[in-house]
Each structure stands twice: as structure tokens, then as C-alpha cells.
């Protein structure tokens, strides 16, 4: 009866006009991104950060949250149609996608995909009101040491999902530490690492820094790129997929959504490694698996559930924690720290309007998704054909007037452009940014909670392996930071090592 009640309440939030407005234009915006090669949910979330400063905290959030899970679904599109991912987690829908769009069944196969992450994002909120109430329940009795320690798994797990060179993702977290404590000591109200510039008294603004390293950064790295666009023009037809098709993919659309939710609660994983995942699973239970990779309607459908009902599981450590899984909700983080709302295990309580509005703007979410993805195909493959010369200079624009209307300061331009450059080179040698923005938000937590921790044990650091759930994390830390050093370990990374922040 009280989730009832606060569904009722949620809906009462998310139906405000203003926020079904922010709601709609998330969406949208999210379904673009995914489109669009080469921008991605990251880019687009970074940009528009700005934007939600003008409006009330459940307005900005409910924008924000929307691009995110649209872009899941936008992404499929330009799997399926051009065979080029719009984002991350769409590279795996390439693969059985664009091979039905070759063979005439564009139609189904998007079809499915749309139909599939409804009901992945559907379940995924279903899971999200039952499980988040209790788990913040359990929160309550972390204490600071738990807390970090928790911060300190979650870097660690990030980094060893990063691709490429862990010591490289290490590094980048602790060059995000470091940037995390730029400003005024939160204790002793000292300036650290300031220089002399007022400018960084405050500290190093989120919105600069992942604009340069995933806005700017983007479009030096994707002018070298030379992307091949095959795109399907043959008339798309019967979107719905008949009887056939449903009876293959109700299997893999249940395995796939109940795999992703799991996969997006764990700090890391998100929507990349469930499609992954997902894809591995049908390939490996099917009784004809060499149809995989040939136009299989089940490797799509399992992938776009998985990576959508990943998206919604995300949220859960997020809203009932504080802290973020994966660089995408980090992002998310910073937007509810500007806002001045902490998210946690005491956010229900507090800010309950907030935290049911949220959830329930995603399901309206997902039902005006549904809505732009199935009737408006044609305009997305129209889209599809704008030149990158003139989207990628719009874009650079876009990130100097929005940088600079968050905080009217020129000189977060400079560190834009800053990052953007770093960030470019950051690509070009192997270096990922995901671990160093997630660091860079999580670190002044990290170290807030850290120094309480050893204040209230009077110095005793054996307070982190005295507390069992501190203990079991950083135990867990250890174990995946000396786990690459064995042969056989460091195989298996490097299997399922996959770019997150792309």
C-alpha cells in the first residue's frame, strides 16, 4: 500500500506540465544522441548540463535521466539501419541487426528492438520501486568507513572493466582524485593545489571538465575517423513483429532483462557489459548458434533489453547509496550536488516528491519512446544522412555557450579547452576518461568520508577491516587489483574489458 501511495505521489510530480515538458525533451534529445554516431549519452549529457540549472531540481534530473535511457534506444536504430553503434551499448545489435536490415527485415528487427526495451525498461522500474525502498533501508547503517571503502571498490571495479592497460585506468582515477581536491579543504577551509587563481578556489567545475574530455575531445578524435555509413534505403515496413519472431524473442528479452538489471546495480558494469553479456548467453544456450551473426532476430533482442533494463538497474546504487556505478551516473551525481540534493539512503525521506517523480517520468519515459521509435523511423534515417562538417563545429558551440552560461566565467572555457585537448590525446595513447571523471566526482566524497572515519576511530585505520561490510569491499578491491598480475585472470579481463565511456 505505501509504494501505492508513493507511485501516486511520483505521478503527481511527473506529470507537471513543466516536467513532462523536460521529460519529453530528454527523451528526444536521448533518441537523437543515439541516432547520431559518434556523440553518445555521455556527450550529450555533458552538454546539457547547463540547461538544468534554470529549472527545479525534479525538471533537471527527469531531463537528464531521459537522455540516458533514450539513448538505448535511439542507438538501436543506427545499429540496425547504417550498421555504425550511435553508442556503446548498441555495438553488439550491429552485429544480427544490420544483417536482418540486408536480408529486408529492417522492419522487425527495430520493431523488436523498440518493443523489447519497453519491456526491459518497464521491468527495470518495476524492480527500482520494489528493491531501492529496502536497500536504503540497509543503507542507513553504513558509516563513513563503509562508505569509502564502497567508494574505493567502485573506482576499482571501473578501472578493471576499463579497456586497455589497467595501470592506465588506475592512473586516470588518481588523476581525477587529485583534480577532486582542488579548492578549499572541506574541514580545515584551507586552498589546496590553487595556485594563487581565485578561479579554482571553488574548486575545477564538473560541467567544464566532461565537456572538454567527452564534448571537445569527441570531435578532435572523430575528424581522424574515417566512418563508412552503409545506410539501408529500401522502404521499411511491418515494424510489428509477427508470431514467429515474438515466440524466438520472449526467451531472450526475459533472460536479457533480468541479466541487465542485475549487471547495471554493480558498480562497472552498466549497459555495455550487459548487452555483451546477454549476446554471450543466447549464443551459447541456442540449438542453432551458428544462425548468430547471420541476421538472428534473438541477437537483437536480447542485447536491447539487457542494456535497457541495465539502465534502470543503475539507478539503484545511485538514489539509494550515493554512490555511482558507472561514469553516466556520475554524471548524474554532479547534476544532483548542483542542484543541492544529496542522493542517498536518506534522499526517500527527504526529498521524496524528487525520488518518486524521477521514477515515474521514467516510465512515462519509456511509453513516449515507444511512441518516437516506431512511427518516426524515417525521420531518424533522414537524420542520419547530416554531414559530420556541420555537426561537428555546431557541437563545439554548443559546449563554449553552455560552459560558459553555467557559471559566466570565461575561465572555465580555457579549462574546457583544456581537458578537450588532454582528452584528445588521452584517446590517441590508450588512456580512458571514464575512470578519471568518475574519480573526480567521487573523490571529495571519498575523502570526506576517509578523514570522518579515522576522526571518529581516533586514528585507527584498522576501523576499515574492523567493520565486516568495510572489510568485504576493500577485500574485493584487493583481490581484482592483484588478479591481473595471474595469467590466467588477466585473460579473462581482458574478454570482457569494454569502453564504457565511448
Given at each position: 500500500m505505501d509504494t501505492l501511495v508513493n507511485v501516486m505521489q511520483g505521478?503527481?510530480?511527473?506529470?507537471?506540465?513543466?516536467?513532462?515538458?523536460?521529460?519529453?525533451?530528454?527523451?528526444?534529445?536521448?533518441?537523437?544522441?543515439?541516432?547520431?554516431?559518434?556523440?553518445?549519452?555521455?556527450?550529450?549529457?555533458?552538454?546539457?548540463?547547463?540547461?538544468?540549472?534554470?529549472g527545479t531540481p525534479e525538471s533537471g534530473i527527469i531531463m537528464m535521466a531521459g537522455i540516458y535511457y533514450g539513448s538505448m534506444y535511439g542507438g538501436s536504430t543506427t545499429s540496425i539501419l547504417v550498421n555504425i553503434p550511435g553508442e556503446a551499448a548498441s555495438v553488439v545489435t550491429c552485429i544480427d541487426g544490420h544483417q536482418m536490415a540486408k536480408k529486408g527485415r529492417a522492419g522487425p528487427a527495430l520493431g523488436i528492438s523498440a518493443l523489447g526495451s519497453f519491456i526491459a525498461g518497464t521491468f527495470s522500474l518495476v524492480a527500482l520501486m520494489l528493491v531501492?525502498?529496502?536497500?536504503?533501508?540497509?543503507?542507513?547503517?553504513?558509516?563513513?568507513?563503509?562508505?569509502?571503502?564502497?567508494?574505493?571498490?567502485?573506482?576499482?571495479?571501473?578501472?578493471?572493466?576499463?579497456?586497455?592497460?589497467?595501470?592506465?585506468?588506475?592512473?586516470?582515477?588518481?588523476?581525477?582524485?587529485?583534480?577532486?581536491?582542488?579548492?578549499?579543504?572541506?574541514?580545515?577551509?584551507?586552498?589546496?593545489?590553487?595556485?594563487?587563481?581565485?578561479e579554482?578556489?571553488?574548486?575545477?567545475?564538473?560541467?567544464?571538465?566532461?565537456?572538454?574530455?567527452?564534448?571537445?575531445?569527441?570531435?578532435?578524435?572523430?575528424?581522424?575517423?574515417a566512418i563508412k555509413r552503409d545506410i539501408i534505403n529500401a522502404k521499411i515496413t511491418q515494424l510489428l513483429p509477427n508470431k514467429a519472431d515474438w515466440k524466438a524473442s520472449a526467451g531472450p528479452i526475459g533472460r536479457g532483462t533480468v541479466l541487465g538489471f542485475l549487471l547495471g546495480i554493480l558498480p562497472g558494469g552498466?549497459?555495455?557489459?550487459?548487452?555483451?553479456?546477454?549476446?554471450?548467453?543466447?549464443?551459447?544456450?541456442?540449438?542453432?548458434?551458428?544462425?548468430?551473426?547471420?541476421?538472428?532476430?534473438?541477437?537483437?533482442?536480447?542485447?536491447?533489453?539487457?542494456?535497457?533494463?541495465?539502465?534502470?538497474?543503475?539507478?539503484?546504487p545511485l538514489m539509494t547509496l550515493g554512490i555511482p556505478p558507472n561514469v553516466v551516473m556520475a554524471l548524474l551525481l554532479g547534476a544532483f550536488v548542483i542542484h543541492g540534493v544529496q542522493p542517498g539512503p536518506l534522499m526517500i525521506t527527504q526529498n521524496p516528491g524528487?525520488?518518486?517523480?524521477?521514477?515515474?517520468?521514467?516510465?512515462?519515459?519509456?511509453?513516449?519512446?515507444?511512441?518516437?521509435?516506431?512511427p518516426l523511423i524515417g525521420m531518424w534515417v533522414q537524420l542520419l544522412k547530416l554531414p559530420y562538417n556541420v555537426l561537428f563545429p555546431l557541437i563545439i558551440l554548443f559546449t563554449i555557450i553552455g560552459v560558459y552560461c553555467s557559471s559566466n566565467n570565461v575561465f572555465d572555457i580555457y579549462v574546457m579547452?583544456?581537458?578537450?585537448?588532454?582528452?584528445?590525446?588521452?584517446?590517441?595513447?590508450?588512456?580512458?576518461?571514464?575512470?578519471?571523471?568518475?574519480?573526480?566526482?567521487?573523490?571529495?566524497?571519498?575523502?570526506?568520508?576517509?578523514?570522518?572515519?579515522?576522526?571518529?576511530?581516533?586514528?585507527?585505520?584498522?576501523?576499515?577491516?574492523?567493520?565486516?561490510?568495510?572489510?568485504?569491499?576493500?577485500?574485493?578491491?584487493?583481490?581484482?587489483?592483484?588478479?591481473?598480475?595471474?595469467?590466467?585472470?588477466?585473460?579473462?579481463?581482458?574478454?570482457?574489458?569494454?569502453?564504457?565511456?565511448?
Open positions: 505521478l503527481g510530480v511527473a506529470l507537471q506540465p513543466i516536467n513532462l515538458l523536460y521529460c519529453f525533451i530528454g527523451v528526444f534529445i536521448g533518441t537523437l544522441v543515439g541516432v547520431l554516431p559518434g556523440i553518445g549519452p555521455i556527450s550529450a549529457m555533458s552538454l546539457l548540463l547547463p540547461v538544468t540549472l534554470s531501492a525502498p529496502s536497500l536504503a533501508n540497509v543503507a542507513i547503517a553504513f558509516g563513513p568507513a563503509e562508505y569509502a571503502s564502497l567508494m574505493v571498490l567502485g573506482l576499482v571495479v571501473l578501472t578493471f572493466l576499463t579497456q586497455g592497460s589497467m595501470a592506465k585506468a588506475l592512473l586516470m582515477a588518481c588523476v581525477g582524485i587529485v583534480l577532486g581536491l582542488i579548492g578549499l579543504d572541506s574541514i580545515t577551509a584551507m586552498p589546496r593545489l590553487t595556485f594563487g587563481r581565485l579554482l578556489i571553488d574548486g575545477i567545475g564538473l560541467v567544464p571538465v566532461v565537456m572538454g574530455l567527452f564534448g571537445v575531445a569527441e570531435v578532435l578524435f572523430n575528424t581522424e575517423q552498466g549497459a555495455v557489459v550487459a548487452s555483451f553479456a546477454s549476446y554471450a548467453l543466447e549464443k551459447r544456450i541456442s540449438k542453432t548458434p551458428e544462425r548468430f551473426g547471420h541476421g538472428a532476430i534473438e541477437g537483437v533482442a536480447g542485447p536491447e533489453a539487457a542494456n535497457n533494463a541495465a539502465a534502470g538497474g543503475a539507478f539503484i524528487l525520488f518518486w517523480g524521477i521514477i515515474a517520468s521514467m516510465y512515462i519515459g519509456n511509453v513516449m519512446l515507444l511512441v518516437l521509435n516506431l579547452v583544456g581537458f578537450g585537448i588532454a582528452g584528445y590525446f588521452m584517446r590517441k595513447f590508450g588512456y580512458e576518461p571514464a575512470p578519471l571523471v568518475l574519480a573526480f566526482v567521487l573523490g571529495p566524497l571519498l575523502e570526506n568520508n576517509l578523514r570522518k572515519a579515522l576522526i571518529l576511530s581516533q586514528g585507527d585505520v584498522t576501523t576499515f577491516v574492523q567493520r565486516p561490510i568495510s572489510a568485504v569491499c576493500l577485500a574485493l578491491a584487493l583481490l581484482l587489483l592483484l588478479g591481473p598480475l595471474l595469467p590466467s585472470f588477466r585473460k579473462k579481463r581482458e574478454m570482457v574489458a569494454l569502453d564504457e565511456g565511448a
